[in-house]
């Protein structure tokens, strides 16, 4: 259960973050260094998410061939 309200964290906070770098990406006030920044902030959660998912479905399929 913490497994899923983690990836529901990140899912979150990458939504999020993919709401500000659109926004970000219309405004012409904000700089392209900041843009950038949003960028691979955007795209680190998006990893850490892959990496959660890929641990939560590996742990259930070892937890699914188990049988002792």
Do not use: Y
Request: aromatic content about 4%; proline content about 0%; overall charge positive.
């Amino acid at each position: 259960m913490a497994k899923n309200s983690l990836i529901a964290l990140l899912q979150e906070k990458l939504d999020a973050a993919r709401r500000e770098l659109r926004s970000a990406a219309v405004d012409f006030e904000v700089s392209d260094e900041q843009l950038l920044d949003l960028r691979a902030s955007a795209r680190q959660l998006l990893l850490e998410l892959k990496e959660q998912d890929r641990r939560a479905a590996q742990k259930g399929l070892l937890a699914a061939l188990k049988f002792w």
